[in-house]
């Protein structure tokens, strides 16, 4: 034989195939765990229902009189605004 060269594998030729074995498989149970975690989609959003709901336990409780509730409830129907707002009184 003319290529040969020892006896066998070394012992560092074996911790390598295990290491690199292992970061494979590292990277298949990585790739499977980030595919399915994308094929859920996006969180949903809070919708229109659940904000009102709030709104008329808030009334219920007392903590916004009439005008305020009919006003936030205005805001919640048309889409809001230019975003949050500072209170104009009562407890928000």
């Known amino acids: 034989m003319m290529f040969w060269y020892g006896s066998g594998w070394g012992w ?3 911790v ?3 290491v690199f074995m292992l970061a494979f498989w590292g990277l298949v149970a990585w790739g499977i765990y980030a595919l399915a975690r994308s094929s859920r989609g996006p969180a949903p959003r809070a919708s229109t229902y659940d904000a009102l709901m709030i ?3 808030r009334l219920a409780r007392g903590e ?3 005008e305020q509730y009919r006003a936030a409830r205005e805001l919640i129907r048309t889409g809001g605004g230019a975003g949050p707002t500072a209170p104009t009184g ?3």
């Open 55 to 57: 709104l008329d336990e």
């Open 90 to 92: 009562g407890a928000w």
């Open 64 to 66: 916004i009189d009439q």
């Open 16 to 18: 390598l195939s295990v």
């Open 12 to 14: 560092w030729q074996g």
